[in-house]
């Protein structure tokens, strides 16, 4: 258990959980809706927006593995910053 109660399991369900209404919600676009930005001061359309949370999943799994392994990780803002940054130029360029 965590010190907060709860188990690795629990916080596994809830990572599987945010997948699966990820994909539900993807699976529930029309076209219209995958093309549109609704997000004040956020450009970036909603498949733009699915595809970087679906990369974050990419490397998220790597830090697992790697602390899983006794690695040591290290994540910070500007690691992540980074990593966002990378993703977004090989979109656009996409």
């Known amino acids: 258990m965590t010190e907060e109660g709860r188990s690795p ?3 596994a369900a809830d990572i599987d959980g945010a997948r699966d209404r990820l994909i539900a919600f993807v699976e529930s676009c029309t076209a219209e ?3 549109a930005a609704p ?3 956020d450009p970036r ?3 733009v927006v699915a595809d970087h949370v679906a990369h974050a999943y990419e490397y998220l799994a790597s830090w697992m593995r790697q602390t899983l392994l ?3 990780v290290t994540v910070n803002s500007d690691v992540v910053d980074a990593l966002n940054a990378g993703h977004a ?3 656009g360029a996409g």
């Open 9 to 11: 399991e629990q916080y």
């Open 33 to 35: 809706q995958w093309r």
């Open 39 to 41: 997000l004040a001061g």
């Open 45 to 47: 359309p909603v498949g």
């Open 70 to 72: 006794g690695e040591t």
């Open 89 to 91: 130029a090989e979109a």
